[in-house]
């Protein structure tokens, strides 16, 4: 069967790309493309041609099945070039998403009609290659140098009300697409001049430096950013061939690169991630309603992320008192994103209005699933579950948020602990894309595949992991932090380890992130495992909140605040109280403790890979990237030097 098909309606050629699940631009379609040009250029009958995709979407993209494979003719600029000065022309009908090549072809085309839900974009940055077949150059002429820089540089899409500000679309199209395409084709219409013909919009040189300060600063190394601005740049300062032939040749070279191979690394992990291959078939409990124990910072973030997902939930708490704080809680989340642009006024009480408080367990009788998520102490979170055992039904699904708890303990004694699992959220829950589901050996298997349809739900990345203290992420981020304390305890300065950390990538150096997140919550697990019986070497984070530096809540850290000053400043003080466990003369460059760290990282992960804590190396990497911020374009600690890594 044809990929690429072609109707006539009067003297109107419809042409349809039917290539499920996404109509990707394999060699087929882009073949296709080509003959349907050729065949209609030369068909008198014929005056304009409609360009429509079958199933859920326009040209999604590329098809990621080429994405290590040497391009094959005929390559998409040729395919565009030849829609572009076609004879007749050529009409883009868009329905879900015109993305990447799919948009390039659609900039091909004389007008683009649109759905009001669908989304135009060219998301190659996100893969580490800009666009290369056009992309650049097309849409800088289209639709001017900001929309442009804007579209191409961030690679996110917009939709299309926005679209048509913007002047990338040429009309929002209610009803029938196909048939609204139809017709405005067979309208007497002014044809624009084919966007290769029109002259380039310029703009002083102060505007590509400024916008290059800022981008560099935002993509913290990330190369793909940068490039595709030299790409639009030489768009706007040159002849269209000259800058078509620019933009092809870097995409070629990004398309070969470390960083595009990490980057696609992260795109196949994530695109597994949600859809474990081992639960194929299994059957998923019914998700209708929901609960949340405990309304604090991480209970309300869930009870949020429940929430934007469309789920009722009830939020349990002690006491009266406790419940109305939950509520302000979840106010306060849905304000912040009203506040934002993320949320109207209206949405966000809707919100809320799907938030019922109650001190009552007894409310949970025909919960589908409930998540405990209430102080980090075995003896409260076992409270929560003998209530929970009781009064839920047999069948729900019932979930510990616990951190670095042994969900085993936890569940001990519940009735039918096939329902348990753990759900390990991060904070902000509504905001961080992790979720870590840790089921104990007692974990059924349709509660398991509930975990991950709850993660789809829910938009996160879903990674299973097995118990063991901290999981995959906090084992990590437990090792991470020795690391960078035996440097400082080497001689290594605290401001030049996070100085290293923040050029290799990260948002935060070890130490900033710290502070930022208070001291003492690690100090306190310490100080539990201490107290369990277990020895526990002081560490240099320890000493600092026993002298009551827990990090920018009081002023003080790893380093000093100023009152209203986020900026850290190296202290006198952390020099005071550490010297006698530091010792000097250790000298390494940025590059060396960057290596030194994620070394660290990375032998840690294969610890937990040989423990069956992980399944394989792409899961470690998505914890570390969507958790704790190791830099994406990096494709995670274990990327690149382990054969599992898929």
Not at 146 to 151: G, N, P, Q, S, T
Request: proline letters at 6%; hydrophobic letters at 45%; glycine letters at 10%.
């Amino acid at each position: 069967m044809s990929v690429v098909t072609i109707a006539r309606q009067g003297t109107i050629a419809v042409v349809t790309i039917d290539n499920p699940p996404v109509n990707a631009l394999s060699q087929a379609v882009r073949q296709g493309l080509v003959d349907a040009v050729s065949a209609l250029d030369g068909d008198p009958h014929i005056s304009a041609v409609v360009l429509v995709c079958a199933g859920r979407t326009f040209i999604a993209g590329a098809d990621v099945s080429e994405f290590d494979k040497p391009p094959q003719p005929p390559h998409l600029p040729d395919v565009v070039s030849a829609i572009e000065l076609a004879a007749k022309p050529w009409i883009a009908a868009i329905h879900g998403s015109a993305l990447g090549g799919g948009f390039e072809v659609a900039l091909g085309c004389r007008f683009r009609l649109a759905t009001a839900d669908a989304s135009v974009g060219l998301p190659e940055v996100t893969l580490g290659i800009v666009p290369g077949a056009g992309g650049t150059v097309r849409t800088l002429r289209l639709a001017g140098v900001e929309a442009a820089v804007d579209l191409v540089t961030t690679g996110k899409p917009v939709r299309a009300p926005r679209a048509l500000e913007l002047g990338l679309i040429d009309r929002i199209v209610e009803g029938d697409l196909r048939a609204a395409a139809i017709a405005f084709a067979g309208d007497a219409l002014a044809l624009p001049q084919p966007l290769s013909l029109r002259p380039a919009p310029t703009v002083p040189d102060a505007f590509w430096m400024e916008t290059e300060a800022a981008i560099a600063k935002r993509a913290r190394g990330e190369v793909a950013p940068l490039r595709a601005l030299a790409c639009l740049r030489r768009a706007s300062e040159t002849d269209f061939a000259a800058a078509l032939q620019f933009e092809r040749a870097t995409f070629l070279e990004l398309r070969a690169s470390e960083q595009a191979a990490a980057l696609r690394h992260v795109f196949f992990a994530e695109r597994a991630a949600p859809r474990p291959a081992g639960l194929s078939g299994v059957q998923v409990l019914p998700l209708r309603n929901t609960a949340v124990i405990g309304g604090g910072t991480m209970g309300a973030g869930i009870a949020a992320a429940l929430r934007d997902a469309g789920l009722p939930v009830i939020l349990i708490e002690r006491d009266d008192a406790a419940v109305e704080r939950g509520i302000a809680n979840l106010r306060d989340i849905f304000a912040g994103a009203v506040k934002r642009g993320r949320l109207t006024e209206a949405a966000a009480e809707a919100r809320l209005a799907g938030v019922t408080g109650s001190t009552d367990y007894a409310a949970l009788a025909d919960t589908d699933l409930v998540i405990e998520a209430v102080f980090e102490e075995l003896s409260v979170k076992r409270q929560v579950f003998e209530q929970l055992g009781r009064v839920c039904r047999p069948d729900a699904v019932l979930a510990t948020n616990t951190s670095y708890l042994d969900p085993r303990a936890i569940a001990e004694g519940l009735p039918n602990p096939g329902r348990f699992i753990g759900l390990h959220f991060f904070s902000p829950a509504n905001v961080m894309k992790l979720l870590e589901i840790v089921p104990t050996p007692q974990t059924a298997e349709q509660t398991l595949a509930t975990g991950f349809a709850l993660g789809r739900m829910l938009g996160k990345v879903p990674v299973r992991a097995g118990i063991c203290e901290g999981f995959i992420g906090n084992r990590i981020l437990k090792r991470y932090r020795a690391e960078a304390e035996a440097l400082v305890g080497q001689g290594v300065a605290i401001a030049a380890v996070d100085a290293a950390m923040r050029g290799y990538g990260f948002a935060m150096g070890p130490f900033e992130a710290q502070d930022l997140g208070g001291l003492d919550i690690a100090f306190l697990q310490r100080e539990g495992v201490r107290a369990a019986g277990q020895d526990v070497p002081e560490t240099l984070g320890d000493i600092l909140v026993r002298a009551g530096r827990k990090g920018q809540k009081t002023g003080g850290g790893w380093y000093d605040y100023k009152p209203g000053d986020r900026r850290p400043v190296p202290s006198e003080e952390v020099a005071r109280l550490l010297g006698a466990r530091i010792e000097p003369g250790l000298a390494l460059d940025a590059e060396a403790i960057a290596d030194r760290l994620v070394g660290a990282m990375a032998r840690e992960g294969e610890a937990i890979l040989s423990e069956g804590i992980a399944e394989k190396t792409s899961d470690i990497d998505l914890v570390e990237i969507h958790g704790y911020g190791f830099p994406r374009w990096r494709g995670g600690p274990m990327f690149g030097t382990r054969s599992t890594s898929t």
